[in-house]
């Protein structure tokens, strides 16, 4: 019997366990997780630092290097999560309506747990200790299949959490890690549908489109960010260039980073000579119409800052700095590109009406923002995108879970059906209808 299977059968056992451990077990249960992650602190970092030096071995990307990177901040913040996600109401058996129907009967309509979640997540971690949290507190098992690149982490923060989970009631088996690093694992746990009820891909282009592709269970897609900020003419240039700086380099590896600034026509020099004077160390990749329309501009700006401006591309490493950003001329393939890294693509556009059709057509429909002072505008804009999240005058970065009040995220939705945006808790839970009567027949 293949590792896959015999964790599959081990958590679908386990989902009745689960609907009978009371809200203070799973509250103690995640309380004395997060200690023990802050205890053990040096011991995670240890087996961290196996996967990150494997990981420069291997040639990984910088991008990546930081999306695996565990440091003291990012252990604490797991932890803070943690107990974020142990704070919150109980959701299993909420009553969410009801009503008697004519011949007598009760019916009301609850909340459940989905059963088993099937998490396949890339590089980071912390995905780990998330997934785990938020299963535990929603009722759910989950099985987690994380990446080559981060199995020694993976390992020591599953085993962490079953081993304190145990002491307070967790069910053996609600909580797995397919240890496999083979590609063969994922094909055969992505047909399972017979032990898991939800698949939930975190991670790569490739990665999603093998599982959408290929997967014989329901999976609710976790997107790709290619995040658009639109700067209207009314902004607050300054405001607007703290806004992208930090929508750009606060992280930049991260799925909620903007990777494309679309500029009003009428300020377009103005923002774009400010972007390239604050953005340190980022490379800003021009679209040919600005470029040409603002040649004579760009050419005193460059001269400025030393900037490249025969069209050869230098990759921008993570970490580096300059004097100001770097203008290079971009192709096409620039725009709808998820970089993950210190590039940003710039776009002009003559009004809002462009920036929505543009976004529409182009973003991953993650998260996108406007920067404006037209009330008009802006409502237009909030109303028009179709984005999992959108916002009006703040960075795209606080697309997540923890800044949303939910502790953790399993990932961030991008499709329409069950769940958008954020998932916390209550996504991970479905309903159903119980009716109680006194022997009605129809």
Not at 33 to 57: F, M, P, T, W, Y
Not at 198 to 213: E, Y
Not at 408 to 432: C, D, F, N, W
């Amino acid at each position: 019997m293949s590792e896959i299977l015999n964790i599959a059968k081990a958590a679908k056992a386990s989902c009745e366990q689960l609907l009978n451990l009371s809200a203070q077990a799973k509250s103690q249960i995640l309380n004395a997780v997060a200690d023990e992650l802050v205890r053990q602190k040096e011991a995670i970092k240890a087996a961290n630092l196996l996967d990150l030096k494997a990981g420069e071995n291997a040639g990984l990307s910088a991008a990546l290097l930081d999306r695996l990177e565990l440091t003291d901040a990012r252990i604490e913040a797991m932890a803070n999560g943690v107990r974020e996600v142990a704070k919150f109401d109980e959701v299993v058996g909420e009553v969410l309506g009801g009503w008697r129907h004519p011949n007598g009967m009760q019916i009301t309509k609850i909340r459940v747990p989905l059963g088993v979640l099937g998490i396949i997540y890339e590089s980071r971690p912390n995905v780990s200790i998330d997934a785990a949290a938020l299963a535990l507190k929603s009722g759910n098992a989950v099985i987690l299949r994380g990446s080559a690149a981060a199995i020694s982490s993976n390992k020591f923060l599953v085993n962490l959490f079953n081993e304190t989970g145990v002491k307070f009631g967790l069910p053996r088996g609600a909580v797995a890690l397919v240890e496999s690093t083979d590609k063969e694992a994922v094909g055969e746990m992505i047909k399972m549908h017979e032990f898991i009820d939800v698949l939930i891909p975190r991670g790569g282009k490739n990665l999603k489109d093998f599982i959408i592709q290929n997967a014989t269970i329901p999976v609710i897609e976790t997107g790709a960010g290619v995040c658009h900020i639109f700067v209207d003419e009314s902004a607050d240039v300054r405001e607007a260039v703290e806004i992208i700086k930090n929508a750009k380099t606060q992280r930049p590896s991260t799925c909620n980073s903007v990777e494309c600034v679309l500029l009003h026509e009428r300020v377009a020099v103005k923002v774009l000579t400010s972007l390239a004077r604050e953005l340190d160390g980022v490379q800003l990749r021009v679209h040919e119409d600005l470029w040409a329309k603002f040649g004579e501009n760009l050419g005193e700006i460059s001269g400025d800052l030393d900037a490249n401006l025969s069209g050869l591309k230098a990759e921008v490493k993570i970490g580096e700095s300059s004097n100001g950003a770097q203008l290079v001329k971009a192709d096409e393939s620039d725009f709808g590109t998820e970089f993950l890294s210190l590039v940003l693509a710039v776009k002009c556009v003559s009004g809002v009406a462009e920036a929505v059709s543009y976004i529409n057509s182009h973003s991953t429909h993650h998260s996108d923002a406007i920067l404006s002072r037209d009330y008009a505008n802006i409502e237009r804009f909030l109303n028009a995108v179709d984005s999992a999240v959108v916002y009006a005058n703040a960075s795209t970065r606080f697309s997540d879970g923890g800044e949303f009040g939910f502790g953790g995220e399993i990932g961030i939705s991008t499709q329409k059906l069950h769940a958008r945006g954020p998932m916390g808790v209550r996504e991970l839970t479905t309903s159903k209808y119980v009716v109680r009567g006194d022997g009605q027949i129809r």
